[in-house]
């Protein structure tokens, strides 16, 4: 068989600020994945796969090979909503999974800060989301997954049949084999609604306390951070913290869980369009205009107060505004998300913070989170915080902002600290074996030669990180 040269595709990361051109494949079941398999085995290609690729690096990115894109095996094949289990294929998007269940009075128990993610995706990255210091990341809800591995057999998993892969596959980067069906715990809920108290935090030290003093009382716990400012205002924001409405305290919950009530507007005040909002944000995306932004937010924010909002208004705040990641502009935006323990993270972020600012390389979005370990193979988590960071590319400051991240990558391995394989672009093989550790390594190497033994399946960042 030859490779149609028609599917020849250019596939970029979500910021937009790197690309690669594949061959796509489109399948619609194991066996046409089983097929891809073949034919890059015939012309001796590799083979990525890839959900909504709205990763922020180039794990669903592969120059050259072959890309597998799964966004048509998109059906929940079954959902039992007296005990609240599902089953989906793997193209199956988060958006598709909450308006199915929620309804029923369910919510999936980890989501990530858009809708449009795919569920194979979440597995391959195991994702976390605003409760991960409760609920764990994506991969703890997971009941059972079927797999096709390059070698061509098909494998189920579960926590205890074929454990090892269980725990090497989620959290993989899809390099071991390919999810094909994934069943999944939906938690439940009494309401469509969230109960959100939100308060300023003015420094740094009060920020990280808060998460900490203040997530065992929530479900959820997230934090905003101004980092245009420093000085003694360095790492002030404002919390977020939610909690799920028990018993009578919705007196309306099959009206407030109805997808009317959840579903996003398109119009912003209900007359401008939402979809080219991303045009207007575009003249602030530089320093001067970002810190009137963010000050502007700071100030807004310092009033305490509570509200009540939909789950979906809650978690996906971004989705609010199509295209926002075309708003910074030609050269596009990279995500730094670093992990670290809760002993040592002030210091370090301090350190980044000052850094950024003195470099005039700052971050535009400063989100913080709480976090706990858990026991998957590629694991990012730790007890304690994450602190993502998004940084604007031009074609001046590429060189100054390379640089800078990787003192950061230095300031975060010194601290004890980890990062994210859906998020950084610049973690290099050095970094990741400091963290990860050679025992880790050598674990998840001796999987995929058992899985892959031709290594079949490679991506961008599996060859710069573990090639
Ligand atoms: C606005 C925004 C907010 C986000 N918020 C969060 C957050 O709160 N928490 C968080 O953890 N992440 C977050 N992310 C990151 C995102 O959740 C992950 O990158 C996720 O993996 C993306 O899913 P996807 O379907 O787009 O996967 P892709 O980006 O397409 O792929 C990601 C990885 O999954 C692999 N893969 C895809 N499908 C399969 C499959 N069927 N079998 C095996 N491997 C597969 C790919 O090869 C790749 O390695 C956010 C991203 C954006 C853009």
Redesign the pocket.
Known sequence: MTLPLKNFTQFEN?GHSLRAPSYRFRPTGIDEIRDVFCLAKQHELTV?????????ND??LNGGGMMLD?SAMNQILEWDKVIGLVRCE??VTIEKLWQRVEPDGWWPPVV???M???L??????N????NNFKMGPIGEHVVEFT?LLPTGEEITCTPRDNPDLFYGMISG??ML???TSITMQMKRIESGLLEVHAWPVHDLNEHLSSLLDHSPHYDYIVGWMDTMNGGKSLGRGQIHAANYLHGKEDPTPQLTMQLSSQILPPRLFGVFPKSILYLFMRPFANNIGWWGVSTAKYVASLRRHTFRQAHAAFHFL?DYVPNWDLSYGRGGFIQYQSFLPKETAEEAWREMLTISLKRGLPSYLGVTKRHRPDKFLLTHAVDGFSFAMDFKVTDAKRAALSKMLQDFDRIVLNAGGRF?F??NSETSAEAARAFLGEETIRKFKELKKRCDPNNLLE?D?FRRVFG
Request: proline share 2%.
């Open positions: 979500v990525t796969a890839r959900g909504a690729g709205k990763s922020y794990a669903a799964l793997p193209g990530s800060g858009t449009f993610t795919t194979g995706g979440c597995l391959a990255t994702i976390h989301g605003k797999a980067l899809g084999g390919v999810f971004l994210y859906a998020k991506s960042l």
